[in-house]
């Protein structure tokens, strides 16, 4: 219904401005409900049409707004146009406003906003999304969890709008630090205490053999010994990392189940070792690489080629770095896969990383590196448990399960649940993703426990809570759903407000996609839940009239629904009762 409006409105401008209808339909906006009732519900800002060279770029802004709005004439779908500060708005019908309810009756709920003409600007096709991509033989950090719930948020979204997505784990497990830990091992690693415990125990090994290694010359010797017997292929240093890198991943996919998240392969730096040598061999009859002073092999991205921007691709061993395997895993991607985007999820120091790694693609011939992307994201300050500084991912959701289950004993409203820990789970890690997507995702934040598992104010937890309480409403009205919907009936500000924000719904998965930026989502669904917690006190259900009674439950049934669709495509799993 919103692209019907949208597309009702872009008709008119067609016709007065003689330009095509497709040219307006991503200008025109809905307008945000705020306290006041709103006047209007869509507007478009006079100077998008001058950026967009519709309208002249000299004189007066809002008399071009007045001037343009006296020629689109109202009609039975648009009841009021007008000009204000620079930009045209218009009133829809408040009837047909009412008819955005019509598809929930009809088992269409999980479609509703996906099919609106704002999404026919944006390619659609198969999208590769590398994420989470922790080191094995290490404890899932609590570092990863941002890359792995940001990453997981892109998936999910670029797949609810059409596209074929490929989900990627690439795993860290090759390359020098890998050669630490072999040697490592060697010296202080137990196969008893590996079968007993097994990231802390290699956790333990890590620590150990880096504190080592600081002051002792012959360890580090032996763990680029253990990394060359690795590309060399040499049989028991292979047999060890086989070992290793299979009890990780094992380990690891106990985590990601508990955070809902699922990956359809699970890569690695490994994978890439002989390419990577290909990648060399490429560069150099290129004549892309050079040999620096200290011996290692560099490519030269300074545009005048003078040396002032080098990304060294060899070590003076010969051996490959991280960078080198990167390269050489784009390549077979494209080829295995033949994405026609890849994004990659991490930290915001690697930035330069994959600038590098961009830019030396191009200069190898793939004008594919063109539709690479990197997604940035900054730190997470402050994340500790009870019992001081946390290392680990899995007791940090310990612990957001534990206080979680806390705060619902000692709630009074609490429902009587078969399984209590596994909601106090699911509201828990819906706590943590809102608290982290509830801001531009290349700040830094401070973790904040107690603001974050508040029922109160925009949370995750009020995100649930309000899922919960729908889910309540409509039970408790079972049968209720009429055959015959009388829209007319819902005429209170309440019912407009939740109407109007839904009209938003199409245009933030629409910005969502262009960004990649989770805040749209998370701000739309707690504004949501702040008009439902309004119309739930003003509007009740039971004891009104039952064709009153009926609209209204369709009304929340939809809220319910779009609730859960966006909590969904942000990796929330709505709970139906806490």
């Known amino acids: 219904m919103a692209s019907f409006f949208r597309k009702q409105i872009a008709a008119k401008l067609g016709e007065a401005l003689q330009h095509s209808e497709d040219a307006f339909i991503p200008a025109l906006t809905a307008v945000p409900v705020l306290k006041k009732q709103n006047a209007a519900d869509f507007k478009l800002s006079v100077s998008t049409l001058r950026m967009n060279g519709i309208l002249p770029t000299s004189g007066d802004v809002q008399l071009q707004a007045e001037n343009l709005a006296t020629q689109l004439k109202q009609d ?8 204000d500060r620079g930009a045209i708005h218009f009133k829809v019908n408040n009837k047909l406003l009412v008819q955005l309810l019509e598809p929930f009756g009809k088992g269409e709920d999980e479609k509703f ?18 994420y989470s991509s922790p080191n094995i033989a290490k404890k899932f950090h609590a570092g990863h969890l941002r890359s792995t719930i940001i990453g997981n948020f892109i998936a999910n979204l670029k797949q609810s709008l059409g596209n074929n997505v490929i989900r990627m784990n690439y795993l860290g497990d090759w390359g020098m630090q890998f050669g630490l830990l072999g040697a490592g091992f060697g010296q202080f690693g137990c196969q008893e205490k590996l079968k007993e415990s097994p990231l802390q125990h290699l956790f333990e090994v890590y620590v150990r053999v880096n504190k080592e290694a600081e002051h002792n010359e012959g360890l580090k010797e032996a763990a680029r010994d253990f990394f060359r017997q690795l590309e060399q292929h040499e049989s028991q240093a292979l047999s060890l990392w086989q070992q290793l890198r299979e009890i990780t991943v094992k380990e690891y996919q106990h985590v990601y189940k508990r955070l809902g998240v699922h990956f359809d392969i699970y890569s690695g730096e490994s994978f890439h070792q002989n390419q990577a040598q290909e990648v060399v061999q490429q560069l150099q009859s290129r ?43 784009a390549v077979d991607r494209k080829e295995k896969y033949n994405f026609d985007e890849m994004i990659y999820v991490t930290d915001k120091s690697q930035s330069n990383h994959f600038q590098q790694l961009f830019q030396v693609l191009l200069a190898m011939g793939h004008s594919w590196a063109d539709r690479c992307h990197h997604v940035p994201f900054g730190l997470v300050q402050g994340m500790k448990t009870r019992t001081g500084e946390v290392v680990f991912l899995e007791d940090v959701l310990d612990e957001a399960r534990a ?77 209720l759903e009429a055959a015959t919907f009388e829209s007319s009936v819902l005429i209170e500000q309440a019912c407009i407000a939740i109407l109007q924000h839904l009209l938003r719904y199409d245009e933030i998965l629409y910005q969502s996609a ?65």
């Open 76 to 83: 039975s779908v648009l009841e009021h146009i007008f000009a």
């Open 113 to 130: 906003g996906l099919s609106s003409d704002l999404f026919d600007t944006l390619k659609r096709g198969t999208t590769l999304v590398e």
């Open 287 to 329: 004549g892309l690489l050079t040999k620096s002073k200290k011996g290692t092999g560099v490519v030269d991205l300074s545009p005048d080629r003078d040396m002032g921007s080098l990304c060294t691709v060899v070590r003076s061993d010969g051996t490959t770095l991280y960078i080198t395997r990167d390269l050489a895993a």
């Open 403 to 479: 206080r979680m289950l806390q705060n619902m004993s000692q709630s009074k409203t609490t429902k009587e649940m078969n399984n209590p820990e596994d909601t106090a789970e699911k509201v828990g890690i819906s706590a943590l993703i809102v608290q982290d997507f509830k801001g531009p995702l290349q700040s830094d934040y401070k973790f904040d426990w107690d603001r974050m598992l508040q029922a109160q104010g925009d949370t995750g937890v009020f995100l649930q809570y309000t899922h919960a309480r729908l889910c309540s409403l409509i039970q408790r009205n079972d049968g």
């Open 514 to 578: 262009q960004d990649l930026q989770p805040k749209h989502l998370v701000n739309f669904l707690l504004k949501l839940c702040h008009l439902v917690a309004s119309a739930h006190r003003e509007l009740p259900v039971k004891g009104s009239p039952q064709h009153v009674a009926q609209a209204r439950f369709r009304l929340f049934s939809a809220a319910c629904s779009v609730l859960a669709n966006g909590m969904r495509i942000l990796g929330i799993t709505p709970v139906d009762k806490m």
